[in-house]
């Protein structure tokens, strides 16, 4: 993996402080819950462990980001995508990316999205990731619009199924905006 998954990559992120990049481990889904419920996030550890199992049949890339030691964010690949769009057309997606609040804006997202773009990119020419619509999504939404995502034209999903037009659904994690980067 060229985001050198044994030693892990490593990165200053600006502020002198070392980002380093692993694949997910056994001993993460604990430490991965307790970080999130720390920040009042339900993301059990069965999530984690099912990311494992997937990472291990070659499904799915999982990469985990520290900063000077400490579990700072984590970031998937799909290699095949419940969006079904996505999924005809043979294109990665990017899901279940989070940066814990006290890493954002120090590179954390950015170095994930590095590594997982670089993973798709020997898979294809594009890449597809999922953004929510609530303002909680605001900085993702800057991000990946600064990195070259754009609206795959299919409107907004719920579930990863098309909204009609004056249908209400709502406006909770599930309903997003899919985006493709071409990496050419």
């Not at 970031?75 to 609040?101: C, H, I, K, Q």
């Not at 590179?107 to 993973?119: C, I, K, R």
């Not at 953004?131 to 991000?143: C, F, K, M, P, T």
Request: charged letters at 25%; proline letters at 8%; hydrophobic letters at 40%.
């Amino acid at each position: 993996m060229p985001w050198r998954a044994c030693g892990g990559e490593q990165e200053r992120d600006g502020m002198d402080h070392v980002i380093a990049l692993r694949p997910l481990q056994d001993s993460d889904p604990k430490l991965l819950e307790a970080a999130f419920a720390a920040i009042g996030w339900c993301k059990p550890q069965e999530q984690y462990l099912g990311y494992l199992a997937e990472q291990r049949a070659g499904a799915r890339v999982c990469v985990v980001a520290e900063v000077d030691g400490a579990f700072a964010g984590y970031g998937t690949l799909r290699r095949s995508s419940d969006y079904p769009p996505f999924r005809d057309e043979g294109v990665p997606e990017v899901a279940d990316l989070n940066v814990l609040p006290p890493y954002r804006r120090r590179g954390v997202g950015t170095a994930l999205l590095d590594a997982l773009e670089h993973e798709a990119a020997a898979h294809g020419p594009r890449v597809g990731i999922g953004v929510g619509l609530s303002a909680d999504y605001g900085a993702a939404q800057r991000l990946y619009v600064q990195r070259g995502y754009v609206p795959d034209g299919r409107g907004v999903m719920h579930h990863d199924r098309p909204v009609a037009p004056g249908a209400l659904v709502p406006l909770d994690d599930d309903a997003t905006l899919m985006l493709v980067k071409d990496l050419r």
